[in-house]
């Protein structure tokens, strides 16, 4: 029989929320510095070129606000029988395909006309508000939930929570990177998430002596954002290092 909380009237509790995980606090202070920064614009802002062409500031928000809910309906579906994929291999070729991509701009386009301005607000206040309510839903669905839990990415991935939180965490801290650069702003990742998002590149293993990087050149360096120079091209070169390298935007 399910054991009830006393005093609930014989109701079926919910299960207490888990503490979160360092990936789980990684991702709740991307989002809340995220979130800061957003509730910080105005309408023409929304309208700025990205980094990500042809996505203007309010696509690019929409496709983050989106990939940062993605866990509640995946975690509301069956569980498939085992994970198959961690969060290095979700970032394989098959992503980064020009139907996938179109796909991935075109859907970011719908869902930036998604949020509705409440009379006497405004599209930023708007896009703000949709985003803090995608990331707490998430946070909470995962808290609610084993770290082992399998789910099912849209690309059909079965992966752990945590893995795909990883990925998460990615998305937002490095689409950070390129919404401070849209904005002429000094990049704001967080150190928890920095760390994530490094530990995936690289395996948890030290970057090639010589190169001297910190963590977010290293996040900068590895997804594409700053280009090598020709001097880290021949360290790399010269000393191969376990890493993962996105060369595409996500």
């Known amino acids: ?61 929409a496709h983050v606000r989106t990939g ?3 866990l509640v309906d995946m975690l509301a579906a069956p569980a498939p029988p085992r994970a198959e994929v961690d969060a ?10 020009p139907p996938v991509d179109a796909d991935r701009i075109a859907s970011a386009r719908r869902a930036a006309r998604g949020p509705a301005v409440p009379t006497g607000s405004t599209e930023a206040a708007a896009t703000v508000a949709a985003f803090t309510a995608a990331w707490r839903a998430t946070d909470a669905a995962v808290r609610a939930q084993p770290a082992d839990r399998v789910v099912r990415t849209r690309h059909g991935d079965p992966m752990t929570v945590h893995e795909f ?10 689409h950070g990177l390129d919404l401070a650069v849209a904005l002429h702003r000094e990049p704001w990742l967080t150190p928890a998430a920095a760390r994530v998002i490094a530990d995936l590149f690289t395996g948890g293993l030290p970057v090639p002596d010589g190169l001297g990087w910190d ?11 700053t280009p090598l120079t020709p001097a880290e091209q021949r360290i790399v070169n010269a000393q191969p290092w376990p890493h993962l390298s996105l060369t595409a935007p996500t």
């Open 165 to 174: 939180l990883v990925t998460r965490v990615l998305e937002v801290g490095v």
């Open 68 to 70: 940062a809910g993605r």
């Open 88 to 97: 290095a291999g979700y970032f394989g070729p098959a992503k980064f395909t």
């Open 1 to 61: 029989m399910d054991a009830a909380y006393p005093g609930d009237g014989g109701r079926r509790a919910d299960p207490p929320a888990r503490a979160p995980s360092p990936v789980g606090r990684a991702f709740r202070a991307e989002c809340a510095r995220l979130a800061t920064v957003l509730s910080s614009l105005t309408d023409a802002d929304l309208d700025r070129p990205t980094p990500c062409p042809p996505w203007a500031v309010r696509d690019l928000v």
């Open 215 to 225: 963590l977010l050149t290293l996040v900068r360096k590895t997804t594409g954002r």
